[in-house]
């Protein structure tokens, strides 16, 4: 991220939409938008926002993923069978449905 390039106003995003949406195409980097001094949003363009849509995603399943290991070495696990028995009988699901 420039510091520089990277975080304008809103009122300058306004004034210059044009200007900084071909910045923003051009560096491939998101621009963040300040109201008051303040981020107020996050504006990419598509093709960016796509690739960051997917590694977060990745990056979501990789957690869960961590998270499960590691509820299988602590031993917080239950039989498929056991879950099954305990989750119909919970919410009054029969075999004959």
């Given at each position: 991220?420039?510091?520089?390039?990277?975080?304008?106003?809103?009122?300058?995003?306004?004034?210059?939409t044009a200007k900084c949406l071909r910045r923003i195409k051009k560096s491939k980097r998101p621009m963040v938008l300040t109201v008051n001094g303040k981020p107020a949003m996050v504006v990419y363009d598509a093709a960016s926002y796509e690739k960051f849509a997917r590694e977060r995603d990745r990056y979501e399943?990789?957690?869960?993923?961590?998270?499960?290991?590691?509820d299988v070495e602590a031993g917080r696990v239950t039989?498929?069978?056991?879950?099954?028995?305990?989750?119909?009988?919970k919410y009054g699901i029969?075999?004959?449905?």
């Open positions: 991220m420039n510091l520089t390039e990277d975080i304008q106003s809103l009122s300058v995003f306004k004034r210059d399943a990789i957690e869960g993923i961590r998270r499960g290991l590691e039989e498929a069978e056991v879950f099954f028995r305990e989750f119909e009988a029969s075999d004959d449905e």
